[in-house]
T-cell receptor, first 113, second 116 residues
């Protein structure tokens, strides 16, 4: 079984400030990790993913995440946020090549001017 | 990235009627599609895994007779909510899985179902 915990349900931050959205996972086998963004009344868009290789993963819109196996974490970071980054962010874990994923409860990022 | 469409984007129906939602992968063939349900301010709940040419695999607690899934081709999966009731009102999202090295789900824009 696998699970995902997003440690912060809401993260308010000022524009141009750095942000970190935290994600921890549990799994008994090797995992694939994902971060998605969801804007209101829309589907999910992939920000980045870790499948293997380098533990620092760079994604779209200036986001990056680091896979830390010892701490079972996959935190999402951005050095300087914009108003347009305001959205819901989901961390997800999969332990197979078949695509089935478990999603965290989401983190609402609100960027204030 | 790949494009997945859903139709309709929004539907309002009367209690007791059935509603069909289509999910299409527009530029790639998807042997696997997933159907999710999302309540306001909550995460995605996987309802079922839809595989082309075979019966869908439902998650525990999801009524297969109420949520009929058909994956008729490599680019189309449909979800039919039968005899809909107000508690079925929700945001339904599909995704198409691109496997092998890519290992990535491409999500549709979602369908907002309101049952009166």
């Amino acid at each position: 079984a696998q699970s995902v915990t997003q440690l912060d349900s809401q993260v308010p931050v000022f524009e141009e400030a750095p942000v970190e959205l935290r994600c921890n996972y549990s799994s008994s086998v090797s995992v694939y990790l994902f971060w998605y963004v969801q804007y209101p009344n829309q589907g999910l868009q992939l920000l980045l993913k870790y499948l293997s290789g380098s533990t620092l993963v760079k994604g779209i819109n200036g986001f990056e995440a680091e896979f830390n196996k010892s701490q079972t974490s996959f935190h999402l970071r951005k050095p300087s946020v914009h108003i347009s980054d305001t959205a819901e962010y989901f961390c997800a874990v999969s332990n197979s090549d078949a695509g089935k994923s478990t999603f965290g409860d989401g983190t609402t990022l609100t960027v204030k001017p | 990235g790949a494009v997945v469409s859903q139709h309709p984007s929004r539907v309002i129906c009367k209690s007791g009627t059935s509603v069909k939602i289509e999910c299409r992968s527009l530029d790639f063939q998807a042997t696997t599609m997933f159907w999710y349900r999302q309540f306001p301010k909550q995460s995605l709940m996987l309802m079922a895994t839809s595989n082309e040419g075979s019966k869908a695999t439902y998650e525990q607690g999801v009524e297969k007779d109420k949520f009929l899934i058909n994956h008729a081709s490599l680019t189309l999966s449909t979800l039919t909510v039968t005899s809909a009731h107000p508690e079925d009102s929700s945001f339904y999202i599909c995704s198409a899985f691109r496997g092998a090295a890519l290992n990535e789900q491409f999500f549709g824009p979602g369908t907002r179902l309101t049952v009166l």
